[in-house]
């Protein structure tokens, strides 16, 4: 019974990991199911997947390395002055639209070279262009400068454009009274083309809306009439008609009192639950209409109590918080209600009166209007004040003594000195922007005028980003030219060609080694193919899903990492035949062969592991690439073969418990 349970969970592994592997097979080769679909019709999709990503080997691109003067520079400040030219020169391959683009620092020979590899780029001379320009820091101030007055060439047009939309709206005015149909003025007269589609219909329209204007007008005439003359606010002319009108509730207008306590929402006093309501019941004994506002200013907690009186004007249902709303439409005009609570504390509330709520339903003709600020150009709410990055001596990362929250400090020459002086004296209040390639990067506000040429910029900064807005403020800072030394350009095709190469070659060493695997090691050779499949799957899934940007080198170490894969099958399959040779049931065999050949595995492949993680840790980008694709690999290959290889062989013992026809095995009788 056991034997059947064992056998009988193995199979379900098996099918398991089958299953997964269809899965993972159509994430990897989502082009089958597009292949189905265009057969049968029908629109399945199981994942939005990406293609995977190519490096720029593979994909075609440039690569570009520049070399950084920094013979002016302190020697302890060169690596953070370069390290803040990589940040610019990356933020700018990405606002280029670049696709993955890789900047890299490279110190050889006492030179500072950044090297950028930019795949898929169409522009390379813009590119180009683009990187080489010298990163450029600015200090602004707010710019409270009134806008310019309009020339007269300028107020003549605005005045000639105004008085003809004046005549155009006083026409169409004329001709809505007359008795025309409202929908022809509409479609003659109006400059909104969205009244045109709908006859200038505004729908039901509130007094607190944004046509309150139009509703108080609406006011003074009947349904199915139009206002007089046009209406003129700011934006245009407005004819206006009344279509219809309607009740739709009632409207309050009410004062209230507010005790608040420690724990309620906005509450800025301290005090117990227990003692607000025990206040508010106190001043409900003495509280009448006459003293109400009085009492208030007095005693409410609400902000701004003591000016306002707890005037809350007119509101509708939907405007207050539920109890509150519930209680004041219980109660009569020129009434106090008892206590109220909410979650802002108690409540006495004076209800003074109330009336029915009005809506009107709206229809107009807009004439446009024009303003100065259409032909003015829009103001710059930053303006250059003279202080730039050549006036800045340094930017470095410190800690505030009392909340250790991380702060960037800033130092000036003698003559960025005079002007941050000057810059802040009259900026007290107010922000002072910094620009880096004219993005703001900080707009710290000014707590006092700073004489000394030193200052700190505060923020919620965490360590990361204290530590980039450093670099930032140096790559503008410090002189830190950089110089085109070398242009590589790789076009696609050849990337295309060296793929379709790559791949060729490892299909013909993997259809090698499956067939020496079937020849010399027979069914379990099989299994092992069966599983390389299985692993290869997962493979290019976990390329797909992480992603990993494969090159040439990459693609190396997938390849290595099947022979790693293939390797680790021959040393089960060598010790399983030592075993049986023994005279040992096969069962038996195969489980003794996983167990003694693991070690071997093991401490081939963590010796190989080590190697990836030392490459990765100090290798260039092509090693670096060749390291990742061959440690993914070897994680995997170890997982295939002491996982997958061995359900798939337990299930052929399952088969064999007696020994026969070992020669299936690779062992041959005795």
């Not at 509101?315 to 009569?332: I, K, R």
């Not at 080694?513 to 499949?533: N, Q, S, T």
């Not at 070690?599 to 190989?608: A, C, H, K, L």
């Not at 490459?615 to 997982?639: N, P």
């Amino acid at each position: 019974m056991a034997k059947m349970q064992s056998t009988t969970k193995i199979r379900l592994t098996v099918a398991i990991i089958l299953v997964l592997t269809v899965f993972l097979a159509l994430f990897v080769f989502p082009q089958i199911v597009n292949k189905i679909n265009e057969k049968t019709g029908t629109e399945i999709t199981l994942f939005d997947v990406a293609p995977f990503r190519l490096g720029l080997d593979l994909q075609g691109g440039t690569h570009l390395v520049y070399e950084a003067d920094v013979s002016k520079i302190d020697e302890a400040d060169r690596g953070s002055a370069v390290d803040g030219v990589r940040d610019v020169i990356e933020r700018r391959v990405n606002a280029f639209g670049v696709s993955e683009p890789v900047v890299q620092i490279n110190k050889a020979q006492g030179k500072w070279r950044i090297i950028a590899e930019l795949a898929g780029v169409s522009d390379v001379n813009e590119a180009i262009k683009m990187i080489g320009k010298t990163p450029l820091l600015e200090f602004k101030e707010q710019n409270d400068t009134p806008p310019r007055e309009l020339t007269k060439d300028e107020a003549l047009e605005l005045k000639n454009y105004n008085d003809k939309a004046k005549a155009t709206a006083t026409i169409a005015a004329s001709a809505a009274r007359s008795g025309q149909e409202f929908s022809e003025v509409v479609a003659n007269f109006t400059e909104n083309e969205l009244q045109k589609e709908t006859n200038g219909d505004l729908g039901w329209v509130l007094e607190k809306s944004a046509y309150a204007f139009l509703f108080e007008k609406a006011q003074s005439i009947n349904v199915g009439e139009v206002y007089p003359e046009p209406i003129e606010n700011a934006d245009g002319y407005h004819i206006l008609k009344v279509n219809d009108s309607r009740e739709s509730g009632e409207e309050v207008k009410a004062h209230h009192l507010l005790i608040c306590y420690t724990g309620a929402t906005r509450c800025e006093v301290e005090g117990t639950k227990e003692e607000a309501l025990a206040k508010i019941n106190e001043l409900k004994e003495k509280i009448t209409t006459d003293n109400f506002v009085e009492l208030v200013k007095k005693n409410s907690t609400e902000p701004g109590a003591a000016e306002l009186g707890g005037d809350l004007g007119w509101f509708t249902n939907g405007m207050m918080v539920a109890p509150f709303e519930e209680a004041v439409y219980a109660m009569e005009n020129d009434t106090i209600s008892d206590v109220v609570e909410t979650d802002f504390g108690y409540h006495l509330i004076f209800k003074e009166d109330s009336r029915p709520l009005v809506e009107y339903k709206l229809a107009e003709v807009f004439i446009d209007k024009m303003a100065e600020t259409d032909i003015l150009p829009p103001t710059d709410p930053w303006k250059d004040t003279g202080l730039s990055g050549t006036q800045l001596e340094s930017a470095a990362v410190q800690f505030n003594q009392n909340t250790t929250i991380p702060m960037v400090a800033i130092k000036f020459d003698k003559e960025g000195a005079d002007l941050f002086g000057e810059l802040t004296d009259k900026n007290i209040g107010k922000q002072i922007a910094i620009f880096l390639d004219g993005q703001i990067i900080s707009a710290p506000r000014v707590n006092t005028a700073i004489k000394d040429g030193e200052a700190v910029i505060e923020g919620d900064f965490t360590i990361p980003e204290a530590k980039e807005l450093s670099q930032r403020l140096n790559a503008g800072a410090l002189p830190v030219p950089i110089a085109l030394v070398s242009q590589q350009t790789i076009g696609a095709s050849l990337g295309q060609e060296s793929l379709q190469k790559s791949l060729i070659a490892g299909l013909i060493g993997l259809i090698l080694v499956m067939l020496f695997m079937i020849g010399y090691y027979r069914l379990p050779g099989l299994l092992a193919v069966g599983a390389l499949l299985i692993y290869g799957i997962v493979l290019l899934f976990v390329f797909k899903a992480i992603p990993v940007t494969l090159t040439l080198a990459g693609i190396a170490g997938v390849i290595l990492s099947i022979g790693m894969a293939v390797d680790a099958n021959v040393l089960i399959f060598e010790r399983l035949k030592e075993e049986l040779k023994t005279g040992k049931a096969l069962g038996s065999a195969t489980e003794e062969a996983f167990k003694r050949a693991w070690t071997s595995i093991r401490d081939g492949n963590v010796s190989t592991l080590i190697t990836c993680v030392i490459l990765v840790w100090f290798g260039s980008s092509m090693i670096k690439g060749f390291a990742l694709t061959l440690g993914i690999g070897v994680l995997l290959s170890m997982f295939s073969a002491i996982v997958i290889t061995r359900q798939l062989l337990r299930v052929t013992v399952g088969k064999n418990t007696k020994n026969r026809n070992l020669w299936w095995y690779g062992v041959k009788k005795k």
